[in-house]
Each structure stands twice: as structure tokens, then as C-alpha cells.
């Protein structure tokens, strides 16, 4: 006897058909099995789904149902908690079910049959064992009662800790603590950007012993990726590193799941399903805590989830105020930095005092020369890369706009290129002004090219302690661009061949180094002034961040600077982050937002849209919100006017978005789930006629 199943596949994103097709199959086929599927004229791989995660499958219309073509039954199938997790993100980021389940699968997953899967099985490492290392260091008190508080709690945990006061230690214990309790137990760690899993991985093998740990990103090759799933998958990597996409990654007895860096913007997806990887961590731990709650109603397993940062993002800062305030998490302060570090002296340079035109002020200048004399490093950075971000006439106001973006074409002296960092579009330098032939064309404005030509001139002539020459080292975007290249980068300066370091964000974030004495942000006051009312928060974070980077030399804690170049030095943030205090900043921004109903304190979601003219991108927006009239919900939703994006037009696409709010989650959450059938009627009405595409954001992160 055969029998239908519903299985999940990828179909397009906004197929008019159901999340997940029904076949037809010979014998009963467990939940979550693996299986090969024809869908019109290919084969491709489906998950069998079932009702418990709800979804609406395709009606067959009483049409045969087509056969499953294979069974991958040499692997168990992925769990419920596993499904309900990309059922639930599918539903709250308005997705297809199948899209999103398959697009979280290794591609070459995908890509196997039957007999390709076995061949790739048999060549399977044996399962990692781990070993724990004898504990070398004691932890401090603070250490200890956050690693106690998480194994005696249920957590969700905030881990609010200073840079430097050890929280990959308090991981690493409430690690150790979840495989002592489950000799099975599998542990999920999390960090927002490949460049820092090398680290973190280092010091989990060291704990644990390298067979027990995998890395899981999208950094690896396709063949690399599979045999990390798998060996999740299998249960045989107890510790599974890695970026947002690892949130999905099929571990059967997850135990513990850790989110460093909780605050960081990476964790949001950018495209597809736009899914919050630290929301959906939290999400995850619960479903699958409830999932062992289900088998053994009187067990104590669990799943725990321990969020991590100096700096939190508002929206876990807030669900972390005290219980009784209606806090949904379990805050776990470590105020103090390991040793004898202290947080670095904050000297804020007034750039209004300068003389005009100054970039690097003279004070700064010399304070780099004293740190350098003393054998330790110093730290620039400054949010922009190339040499200038824009060239122009002085004559007749020309300036190097993109001709496809509503953007300039940076400048980079090295290859004397102009290049546009939207769409990748690139060019020569022109030999003169290309509108009046002025041959006098001037870089405005600086980007990191610039700092550290500029740096090579102003300590020209200083050397190192042992009398040879100073070593600058610029690290961004463009100096790693090869392979390696920024790996290459970090070890000279861990091995003290660099003394001055200038680069992007990028070198301010996460990285342990040991001889910084100096950092400094060279211009910061940008984002104090820009419309994204996230700006302050992402400053806050990334400053807190540099700061956190000085101060680990030994024997050399209590002198570290951190210096801000400002023509604002009374700013609220500023002062804030003199004192290194993330709640009173947190504090003020929190209170600015509840007044102006910003979230956490209201819902938001963003339709964006894109075509050839602006009229149209609008056109559509507005059409589906005149659309939206009587839907179920809509009065408890503010739908704004469609509006240009800030960055309105890349690669000749113009782009425009329209903002959805509501003061309640499941209020915003029921509208859209109505909305997008509107959305998707509108695309194929006259409104939607030169529409290129469209998507939901919710919960996003840059309006
Ligand atoms: P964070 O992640 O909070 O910035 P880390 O976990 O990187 O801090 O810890 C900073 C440094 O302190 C690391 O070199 C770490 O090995 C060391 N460390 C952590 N805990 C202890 C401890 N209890 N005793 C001694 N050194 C410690
Ligand atoms: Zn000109
Ligand atoms: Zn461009």
C-alpha cells in the first residue's frame, strides 16, 4: 500500500504553491527524513514534513501523486525541535517553509544521491572524542557565579561582561558542565564573522581536544561544509563553531548554545530569509528544551542559551531588566577585566581646536610616538577604506559620482582607480576634470589609504625601541582580499612586527592582541548625526569594542589610552563611554526610544522594493498599502509612505521601502502573514508591471 507524504522543497520564494508538495511513497517515512524528489522536470532533494509543524501543502487536485524517487535513509532524520525551529523562522520572516529548510542545508547536500551519500559516509571520520584538558586557571569570582548561576538557572542568559574579563572562559566551563551532565550532549558556539573562528576554535580544541570540535561556516569549501554538517548531524562533533548560519545546523542532542559578540549586526541575514540568528538562538534553546520536556516531563536536561557582550544590543539589554520590570532573560554581570587590565583612560581630542584641514591632531601624534618608544603598538581606525571617498573639480564642482549608484566612486591612490564600493563598477583616474578639463581634480575627505600614508609622514624618522625603523601595517577590506592574506596580517601583528595599525572596524572587533597601548578613532562623529536611529548604539558598541582591544599588555594595563577625534566632545555617547558605562548609555538611548516609539518598544518591518524607476518601486509599495485596507490586523499596524532608501539606487536599481509598525509582535505578525498575499496579487497587477523584486524584513536592522 502506498501513502501520501508532505515533503518540503525549494520551491521560489514566492511560488503561489504550498510550502511542501505532497508524493506518494511505498512504505511510511518517519518526520525529517531525507528524501529525492521529482519537481517538474528535475530532481531534487525534500525533507518529508508532518502536521506537527504546521504548514499548507499543496493540493494535488486529485492529479496521481508522483513517487519519492529515494529514500536517504543512512541518515537519521532531522529532529522536531529542528523542523519547528525553520518553521517557526520561515512563518515569523515571511518565507516558504521548504525554502528556507533546504537553503540552511549544505549544498552538497543537495547535490547527493543514494550512492554518492554512502560513498561520502564511508569516508567519514571516526567520531571526535572529547577530552577535557586539566583546568589550568582558576576562575575569578565573578567567573564563577556567572558558570554557576547558568547551570543552576534556566537562563536565557545575558552575559554582560567587560571586554577582557573572560567570558570565552565562562563559555568554555558551561561548555565543560554540559558534557559532563550528558556524555552525548552537543554544544553550539556562535561568533558574528569567520575572521574569528580560527581563535575561538584554537581555545575550544585546546579545552576539549580537536576531534570533538568542527567549524561551521561559509567561509569552507562545499566538500568541507558537508562534512561538518554530517558530523553534527551524527551527533560526533560535540562543538559545532560557527557563524549565523550555524543556528540551523542539525545537532540531535544540543545541550548548550552560546551567542558571542551578541550584538553584532552580522547576525542578522541580509538577503533570503531575513532571519535574527541570536533571536532565533534563543528560540532554538526553548524548543528543544521543550522537546526533552515532552519526553521525559520530570527530566532536568535542557538546552541553555547564553548570549555574550560587552556592549548588548538595546533589544537584550531591555528583555534583561529585572524579572519583576517584566525581563525575560537572566543578566550576568562581569564588570572587572582580568588581572591588573583596567578599561583604558578615554582622552577625547576637540577637532574644532585644530588648526584647519588637520586630520591627525599634533597631541595624537606624539601620544603614538610615546607608545611606540615603549616597545607597544598603537591602533587607528577609521570607518572608510580606499584613500578618499570622493574626487571633485574645484573649478566646476565635478565630483566622481558612480554613473549606476546614487553614490561616489572612492578614490584609491595605490592603483590610482576609482572604484565603486556598491556595485564594484571601476576606472582609471581621469587626467583631468572629465566635465571641464580642470587637470587640478582633489581627493576630499579621508579614507584609510590616506591615514596611513599621512601616519608614514608625520612619525617619519621615529624608530623602535632596538633603533630600526617604525612598521605600519594597514588592514581593511582591500588589503584582504586574497586568501590568507588577513590571517597573514593578524600574526605579524600578534608577533609584534607591527607597531602602529591602521584599518577599518574590522581590526577593532573581537581580536586578542597583547601589546596595544594606543587606539584611537580617527573620525568618528558620523554616525552621531545619521538618520539610522541604530547609529549611536553601533558606535557605542564598536568604540566600547576598540577600547576593549588596548590594555592586554602585561605589566603595562594601567596605561592604555583610548582617544576619540571629535568636534563633539560634550556628546552624551562620548561621556558615556569615558566612563565605560554601557547602562547609562544604554539608559538614555532606551529612554529616547520609548519616547519616540521605536523598537524595543514597538514592531517594525520593512517592505522593500526595487525596478528601473523610482515611480514604479514606489508605485507597487503604495498600491499594496491602499491594497491592505480590511485586512485582519490592519488597524493595529501603521503602514508609512513609500520612501527612496538612503542608499536610493545601486547598480542602476532603484530602490525604495515602506515601513510597517505596531506596538504588538503578533498583532505585526498577523498582518503581514495577510499582507503578503496582497503583495504578491499587486506584483501581478497593473501597479506591479516593471517591478524587479520585492522582500519583507522583519525586525530590521537599517531603516
Ligand atoms: P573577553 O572574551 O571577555 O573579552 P577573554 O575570554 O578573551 O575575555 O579573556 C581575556 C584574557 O584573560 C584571555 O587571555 C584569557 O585566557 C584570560 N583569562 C580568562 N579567565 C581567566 C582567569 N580566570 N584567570 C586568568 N586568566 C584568565
Ligand atoms: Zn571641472
Ligand atoms: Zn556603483
Redesign the pocket.
Known amino acids: 500500500m502506498t501513502q501520501p507524504v508532505s515533503v518540503a522543497v525549494s520551491l521560489p520564494a514566492h511560488s503561489a504553491l504550498g510550502s511542501t508538495l505532497s508524493y506518494e511513497s511505498e512504505a511510511p517515512l518517519a518526520p525529517g527524513t531525507l528524501v529525492r524528489v521529482p519537481l517538474g522536470a528535475r530532481e531534487c532533494l525534500g525533507i518529508v514534513w508532518d502536521d506537527a509543524v504546521p504548514t499548507a501543502t499543496a493540493d494535488a487536485g486529485g492529479a496521481a501523486l508522483r513517487p519519492v524517487a529515494d529514500v536517504l535513509d543512512a541518515l537519521p532524520p532531522l529532529t522536531a525541535p529542528w523542523r519547528m525551529l525553520v518553521a517557526f523562522a520561515a512563518g515569523y520572516y515571511q518565507r516558504q517553509v521548504g525554502e528556507l529548510a533546504l537553503a540552511v542545508l549544505p549544498q552538497a547536500l543537495r547535490e547527493l544521491d543514494r550512492t554518492q551519500l554512502a560513498r561520502r559516509l564511508k569516508k567519514r571520520k571516526p567520531a571526535g572524542r572529547v577530552e577535557f584538558a586539566p583546568d589550568s ?4 569570582p565573578e ?1 564563577a557565579l556567572a558558570i554557576a548561576r547558568i547551570h543552576a538557572e534556566n537562563g536565557p542568559f545575558l552575559l554582560f ?11 568554555l566551563r558551561a561548555a565543560a558542565q554540559a558534557l559532563h551532565d550528558d556524555p552525548a550532549a552537543q554544544v553550539l558556539v556562535m561568533v558574528p564573522e569567520i575572521n574569528l573562528t580560527p581563535q575561538l576554535e584554537a ?1 575550544f580544541a585546546a579545552r576539549f581536544g580537536a576531534g570533538a570540535v568542527v567549524a561551521l561556516h561559509s567561509g569552507l569549501t562545499h566538500p568541507q561544509r558537508l562534512q561538518s554538517w554530517l558530523a553534527a548531524h551524527a551527533g560526533d562533533a560535540r562543538i559545532v563553531l560557527g557563524t549565523r548560519l550555524a543556528v540551523f545546523a542539525s545537532m540531535p542532542r544540543l545541550r548548550l548554545i552560546v551567542v ?1 559578540e551578541e550584538h553584532d549586526p552580522s547576525y542578522k541575514q541580509q538577503e533570503g530569509a531575513r532571519y535574527s540568528a541570536r533571536d532565533l538562538a534563543v528560540l532554538r534553546g526553548k524548543l528543544e528544551t521543550d522537546a526533552l520536556r515532552e519526553q521525559d516531563p520530570g527530566g532536568t536536561a535542557m538546552c541553555r542559551v547564553v548570549l ?1 557582550s ?1 556592549t548588548p544590543s538595546l533589544e537584550s539589554w531591555h528583555h534583561s531588566r529585572p524579572a519583576e520590570d517584566g525581563g525575560r532573560y537572566v543578566r550576568l554581570a ?1 564588570p572587572s ?3 591588573d ?1 583596567v578599561l583604558p583612560r578615554v582622552r577625547r581630542v576637540d577637532m574644532r581646536l585644530q588648526p584647519r584641514g588637520t586630520r591627525i591632531a599634533p597631541v595624537l601624534v606624539d601620544a603614538i610616538a610615546e607608545v611606540v618608544a615603549r616597545g607597544e603598538q598603537a591602533m587607528l581606525f577609521l570607518n572608510r577604506r580606499g584613500y578618499a571617498p570622493v574626487l571633485h573639480c574645484t573649478d566646476c564642482g565635478w565630483k566622481s559620482d558612480c554613473p549606476h549608484c546614487s553614490a561616489f566612486q572612492v578614490f584609491h591612490k595605490i592603483d590610482r582607480s576609482l572604484r565603486c564600493h556598491h556595485c564594484g563598477t571601476a576606472g582609471r583616474v581621469p587626467r583631468g576634470c572629465p566635465s571641464c578639463g580642470n587637470p587640478d581634480i582633489v581627493p576630499m575627505g579621508q579614507g584609510t589609504e590616506q591615514l596611513e600614508e599621512q601616519l608614514a609622514a608625520l612619525l617619519a624618522g621615529l624608530t623602535r625601541p632596538d633603533g630600526s625603523p617604525l612598521r605600519l601595517l594597514r588592514i581593511d577590506a582591500d588589503s584582504v582580499r586574497h586568501k590568507g592574506a588577513l590571517e597573514a596580517q593578524l600574526a605579524q601583528v600578534h608577533a609584534g612586527e607591527v607597531d602602529v595599525l591602521v584599518g577599518t572596524q574590522m581590526i577593532a572587533k ?1 581580536h ?1 592582541f597583547r601589546r596595544i597601548g594606543l587606539v584611537a578613532a580617527v573620525n568618528p562623529d558620523g554616525a552621531l548625526f545619521s538618520s539610522d536611529f541604530r547609529a549611536p548604539e553601533r558606535l557605542f558598541a564598536l568604540l566600547m569594542q576598540a577600547a ?1 582591544r588596548a590594555g ?1 599588555a602585561p605589566g603595562r594595563e594601567q596605561r592604555a589610552e583610548m582617544w576619540l577625534q571629535t568636534a563633539v566632545p560634550d556628546h552624551a555617547l562620548f561621556a558615556a563611554l569615558k566612563h565605560h558605562d554601557f547602562p547609562a548609555f544604554a539608559a538614555q538611548q532606551l529612554a529616547e526610544r520609548a519616547q519616540a516609539a521605536l523598537p524595543p518598544f514597538t514592531y517594525q518591518a520593512l517592505v522593500r522594493a526595487e525596478a528601473r524607476t523610482q515611480e514604479v518601486a514606489q508605485g507597487f509599495l503604495s498600491a499594496a498599502s491602499a491594497a491592505a485596507d480590511g485586512l485582519p490586523a490592519r488597524d493595529a499596524v501603521t503602514l508609512y509612505p513609500a520612501v527612496p532608501m538612503s542608499l536610493q539606487r545601486i547598480a542602476n536599481m532603484e530602490r525604495a521601502q515602506m515601513l510597517v509598525e505596531s506596538a504588538s509582535r503578533p498583532a505585526l505578525q498577523h498582518f503581514l502573514a495577510h499582507w503578503q498575499g496582497t503583495l504578491h496579487a499587486t506584483r501581478a497587477q497593473p501597479a506591479g508591471k516593471g517591478l524587479i523584486r520585492w522582500a519583507i524584513d522583519v525586525d530590521p536592522l537599517a531603516i
Do not use: C, N, W
Request: hydrophobic residues 30%.
Open positions: 586557571i582558576a576562575p575569578t567567573q561582561g567587560a571586554t577582557g574579563s573572560g567570558k570565552t572562559e565562562v563559555y581555545r558571542d555574550g560587552a562581569m577585566r582580568i588581572g587590565a573581537g586578542d576593549g592586554r
